[in-house]
């Protein structure tokens, strides 16, 4: 069983910037997609980002395109979520994921079923 442990969360200005990163320990990550999602209290878990195992391919939602950018470290064991131009409407929990299946490199259609290990999420507080 893999655990991952998000950090980089935190408070900051509309129009700012924050890294997270997802860190693995018990398994390796190397074969896996990955995830970036994202929930607000009272609200469901939305999708962020994904990357494939080899980082060739990635995917994120409308809302985020083209402000963030996923990527991995795989001889780190860890995934990371850069967020520029940050707004107020990004402010929720993060929470990174690992795919159930090995090698999946098609990132564009997974939803939240798809990912069986899950960080405990740090926040990310965007004040406006």
């Known amino acids: 069983q893999v655990q991952l442990v998000e950090s980089g969360g935190g408070l900051v200005q509309a129009g700012g910037s924050l890294r997270l990163s997802c860190a693995a320990s018990g398994r390796t990550l190397r074969s896996y997609a990955m995830g970036w999602f994202r929930q607000v209290p009272g609200k469901e878990r939305e999708f962020v980002a994904t990357?494939?195992?080899?980082?060739?391919?990635?995917h994120y939602s409308d809302s985020v395109e083209a402000r963030f950018t996923i990527s991995r470290d795989n001889a780190k064991n860890t995934v990371y979520l850069q967020m520029n131009s940050l707004k107020p409407e990004d402010t929720a929990i993060y929470y990174c994921?690992?795919?159930?299946?090995?090698?999946?490199?098609?990132?564009?259609?997974?939803?939240?079923?798809?990912?069986?290990?899950w960080g405990q999420g740090t926040q990310v507080t965007v004040s406006s």
């Open positions: 990357i494939s195992w080899n980082s060739v391919y990635t």
């Open positions: 994921a690992a795919d159930s299946l090995i090698g999946r490199t098609v990132v564009s259609d997974l939803h939240l079923s798809d990912f069986g290990s």
